[in-house]
Every structure is written in C-alpha cells, then in structure tokens.
C-alpha cells in the first residue's frame, strides 16, 4: 500500500467544501456565474455548438463519441429560466464521463488557480506511463508548489529548511488531477491562500526559461543570479530537474480562476513554460551557484531544548533545540561549551526554553547554529512551561541517556 507522507498537504473533497457546492449533490446553482461557467468550459476543451445567440450557449465535451453529452448554458442571469438551465447543466456535468467535466466543477467549488504539468515519457502498455514515471511527476510537481510558496514568504536563492512549514501550511486545500495516462497533472490552487504562490511560480518559471536561454547562448550565469528577484531558486531548479530528468520534455502552463480574474502584473493567458534534457547542465549548475552563494544569517534564537548529546561526562556537547522564535526553521543544531551545555540541561530539567546568539548557516540547509553565544534561560508562560515539562517526562529516558555522556 502506497503511504502519503505526513507533511503533504491535503484538501477535502469539494463535496465537504462549504460554500457553492451544495451538500455533496453539486455546486449550487443559484451561486454559480453563467460566465465563470462557459470560461471553464472554454478551458478544459469544451467544444461550443451554438445556441440562441445572447441568450444561451450549446457546449459538448471533448473528444469523440461525446455527441450525447450537450449542455445549455445561459449567457448571463438575466432571464427568467437561467436558474433552471444552470441547474441542467451543472446535472449533466456530474452523469458525465469526461474528466474535464469533473475538474470544472472542481473549479466551480472553490476558485482555484490551475498549473497544469506533461512530461513527454515512454509508453507503456495501453498508452500509460509506468507507476514510476507517474510518482516522478506527482513528486516533482509537489516540489515546485512548495518553490513557489516559498518564494511568496521572501527572496533567497536558497531556502533549506527555512519557511518549510509555512509554504507547505499555505498549500493545505490544493487538489490535484492526473490526466488519462499519467502523464499529465493538474493542481487546482485555491485563490484565497495560494494565489500569491503561484503568482511568484508564474514569475519564476518564465525567468528560469529565460536564464537557461541565455545560459546555452553565451555560457554565462549571471541571468540566473538576477533571476533569484523573480522567484527563481535552488528549490525550484530541483523541482524542474526532477520534472525534466527521465523524459524528453516537459511543459508547465497556468491558468487563472475566472471567477477572480487576472492578478496584477500577470497576463490574461500565461505561455506554457517548456523545458528539455538540455536545460539540465545550467540548471544543475544554477542550484550549486545558488546554495554556495547563499549567506550565513545572524540570529538570536529561542528555542526548546530536545536532545543533548556529548562523548564524556565534562566539556562541550551538541544540542538540539525546537525553534520557538527567532528562525524561521523548525529546529537547529548547536555545539556549546561546558558551561553553556550545562546551562541548557538545567533549563530543560525545570522546562524552560532557553536563548542564543550565533549565525544560522547556509550549509546543511540552516540547520545548524555556528558560533553560539549567551546561552540564557527565558522565562515562559504557566501553559507553555507545562507542555514542555510534558515532553521532558515523555522522553526521559532518553534525555537522562543523553546526559549521560554514553555516544
């Protein structure tokens, strides 16, 4: 059985969403826009056939044998059976077999941003990619989501574990959808909290293209040292990499929600971003110049003491603390001095947390605290100085063996 990992980000079934859609029967007719509705039909390949001109529309799906399927859209809400033609059509959207009949109405249950990902991968049996090459998309795709929402929260051509649990906290309700032979994928971001991430990717992808151009023309990096302003970064080199290694080409395309129209600075309809395996040796390089260039931090942290460890019973140990302020990490490392070990065990034993100046370094993905100064217990409210002692009595078996000085 195939396990999800504990940090992706999950979306409830549109049929559990409030909002348009209507107690698990559909999108509720009465909310939905004659527009928004035509718009997506528009999208996913919909086909229009007619109608009565400035009254209705007549669309059927794509492909062939699709003839039985029509729906009758109204053209806007100003006639007295709109209400009722929407209701018909929105019917015949959830009998029919197309799946682009289910991601409209997906759309039409939240708002939602679309990136659409196809890698160009071998057949397999029956025209479908093999499990393999459709965990590779799916990864590579989740990758990217997370670069963008990284590039929201700041600039940085490096993140590491800086920001890791907010960009993927900002990505909790995206769904996705794989195309008939796996080889495509869509995302379906909600406007109210991703819109900004993929703002930032749309911003990025294009710079990225742009820098491997020029990289492949004169052999030069410096488009993507500039590129790090539009979003592009070592997460998101990984990402295409990921994308692209294994294929012979892949393509990313967004497409605004009709129903909250086109952000700023964004145009109405995004070119489709393709790369190749070519693009690889200026990518790769792109990542490595982007992790080496990226500067150590100076912080004052406060953070709750997890683990201690030290090869004797006297002088310096490791420590490590969950972050509380300071860093926008979850955790970091540390190597302190006898004096400051100690002052570190004393303050977990009676649960407090404890602060420290020192420089967050870039290497290892800021993770770890060099050059640790002015280790000092911090005073904690009742509630929070419960849960810490809490953990302390949790694990303190392996707390009084770490204090031990057994390795």
């Known amino acids: 059985m195939q396990h999800r990992p504990i940090d992706e980000p999950v979306r409830a079934h549109p049929s559990e969403l409030p909002g348009v859609w209507n107690g698990g029967e559909g999108p509720d007719p009465s909310r939905v826009d004659p527009a928004v509705l035509g718009a997506l039909l528009e999208r996913h390949g919909w086909r229009r056939r007619g109608g009565a001109a400035g009254r209705y529309a007549r669309w059927t799906p794509p492909g062939p044998g699709s003839g039985s399927v029509s729906l009758l859209v109204p053209e806007s809400r100003a006639f007295p059976d709109s209400d009722e033609l929407l209701g018909e059509a929105l019917t015949a959207l959830q009998r029919c077999a197309a799946p682009s009949a289910r991601e409209v109405l997906v759309s039409l249950a939240v708002p939602s941003d679309e990136i659409r990902w196809w890698r160009d991968v071998p057949e397999g049996p029956s025209g479908a990619a093999s499990w393999t090459a459709q965990e590779q998309l799916r990864g590579a795709a989740r990758q990217m989501l997370i670069a963008g929402s990284l590039a929201a929260r700041g600039q940085a051509g490096y993140y590491g574990a800086r920001h890791r649990r907010q960009a993927q906290a900002a990505l909790e309700g995206v769904l996705v959808s794989t195309a008939p032979g796996g080889r495509g994928l869509t995302a379906f971001v909600p406007v109210e909290r991703g819109r900004t991430a993929v703002v930032r990717l749309h911003h990025a992808l294009h710079a990225a293209r742009e820098a491997a151009d020029y990289q492949r023309a004169t052999g030069g990096m410096e488009a993507f040292d500039s590129a790090v302003e539009a979003g592009v970064s070592r997460e998101l080199t990984e990402a295409v990499i990921a994308l692209v290694r294994g294929s012979e080409g892949v393509a990313v395309t967004l497409a605004w929600a009709p129903a909250a129209g ?66 926008e990490v979850p955790h970091v490392r540390m190597v302190l001095d006898e004096e400051a070990y100690r002052t570190a065990g004393h303050a977990h034993l009676v649960g407090l947390p404890i602060r420290v100046h020192g420089r967050l370094e870039s290497r290892g993905g800021f993770r770890r605290l060099t050059g640790a100064d002015g280790v000092v217990p911090v005073q904690v409210d009742e509630a929070e100085r419960d849960r810490l002692m809490k953990s302390l009595h949790e694990n303190l078996d392996f707390f009084e063996e770490a204090c031990s000085g057994e390795d």
């Open 262 to 327: 086109v952000p700023e600075d964004c145009v109405a309809r995004p070119e489709t971003v393709e790369f190749s395996p070519g693009d690889l040796p200026a990518l790769r390089e792109a990542g490595v110049r982007y992790m080496q260039d990226e500067p150590s931090l100076p912080v004052r942290i406060t953070g709750a003491v997890v683990r201690m460890r030290r090869s004797a019973p006297r002088g310096p140990g490791t420590v490590r603390l969950r972050v509380l302020a300071g860093a």
